[in-house]
């Protein structure tokens, strides 16, 4: 089964930009359907954004639109989450997930691969 390691987390300040990436070992993410999820301490892991197997297909949460992009390398077999205009409500520990399901999905519990998360702080 294939690995996911997050990295790319940090502090910044209110309207910087950070790049997330989420790197797989194991096998190959072209199987899968991938999306970033976030959680802070709590509260019930919450759906950031999704992209299909090729890549053509991706939807976002509504408070990330416009300002988060997602997308995948399948010959660095990564995902990546660009992320700009950051807010101190995007802070969170940041999670890739994959799933086998063909059509992309904004539920936490259709995936069952996920990496560790990697931390994000927006100060204001």
């Known amino acids: 089964q294939v690995q996911l390691v997050e990295s790319g987390g940090g502090l910044v300040q209110a309207e910087d930009s950070l790049r997330l990436s989420c790197a797989a070992s194991g096998g190959t993410l072209n199987d899968y359907a991938m999306a970033w999820f976030r959680q802070v301490s709590g509260v019930e892991r919450e759906f950031v954004a999704v992209?299909?197997?090729?890549?053509?297909?991706?939807h976002y949460a509504d408070s990330v639109k416009g300002r988060f992009t997602i997308s995948r390398d399948s010959a660095k077999n990564t995902l990546t989450l660009q992320m700009n205009s950051l807010r101190p409500e995007d802070t969170a520990v940041y999670f890739c997930a994959a799933t086998l399901s063909v059509l992309p999905d904004t539920h936490a519990s259709s995936y069952d691969t996920w990496g560790k998360g990697t931390r994000v702080t927006v100060s204001s």
């Open positions: 992209i299909n197997r090729s890549g053509a297909i991706t």
